[in-house]
């Protein structure tokens, strides 16, 4: 029990912490790994999804035909 205490104790006043460097990095991959995946959903979406869309609804609403 006194071993436990002692590592708590040592845990708890650890003065490792991370890096403003670090954060940073992680922050910036963050962005671009986003960015990418946004590129990547915007050019499925205005190649594949939206004309195929828009000529379902357009045959949708065709009365005359």
Do not use: C, H, Q, W
């Amino acid at each position: 029990m006194v071993v436990l205490g002692r590592r708590s104790r040592k845990a708890l006043a650890g003065n490792r912490a991370e890096g403003y460097i670090d954060t940073a990095i992680k922050i910036l991959i963050a962005v671009v790994l986003g960015g990418l995946l946004l590129a990547g959903l915007y050019s499925l979406f205005g190649d594949t999804v939206l004309p195929t869309l828009v000529d379902r609804i357009k045959e949708m609403f065709n009365y005359a035909g």
